[in-house]
């Protein structure tokens, strides 16, 4: 069950993060078959507090048939996350990923490239909800039914409302992947 996990100019590395270690944890310690391939529009993706990623493709190598998962982490927009996030390469992929029915799971402003797409088009979702809810406000322009609530799932596609939500959402994707009793045993082995 591999996930793609696609790094975009400016992201953060919380979100990042917790993809990359509740896997790791589920492959490393308990045999599960959960790989995770980074992905972004160069090899070397620099996150928005300046931390540099070396990811495994670039986006021209990807075939979502090979592929079970979409993990899109958040970013800042100073930090020039919506120049690839918006980019019709990307949200391509986001539509070819819902198209299969794969999962597609984001954090924090992730879904507003899912909503940018149009799969979320009549669906159920969330994004960051703090700052008088302005990008909660910006995905419902997308004819999103906004939900404010920390994490949202409707069918195949998982999003949260901020970087708080980061292992609930990775948590969500490994249950996902597998199930919910394994997705409750690596939770458990990291404290939460």
Known sequence: MKTLLFVLKGFETLEFGAFVDVMGWARNDYGYDVPVVT???QKEVTSTFNIP??????IDEINVDDYDALAIPGGFEEFGFY?????ERFLNLI???????????TICVAAL???????LTGRKATT??????????QLKEFDVEVINEPIVVDKNIITSYCPETAAGVAFRLLEK???TEKMIIVKHAMGF
């Open 53 to 58: 990623v070396l990811v495994d493709k670039i």
């Open 39 to 41: 992905c972004g529009f």
């Open 128 to 137: 960051y909800h703090l700052r008088e809810a302005y990008r909660q406000k």
């Open 95 to 105: 539509r070819e990923f819902d198209k299969q029915g794969k999962i597609i799971a």
């Open 177 to 179: 992947l597998t199930s």
């Open 113 to 119: 490239a899912v909503g940018k797409s149009g799969v």
């Open 83 to 87: 120049e690839e996030a918006y980019d």
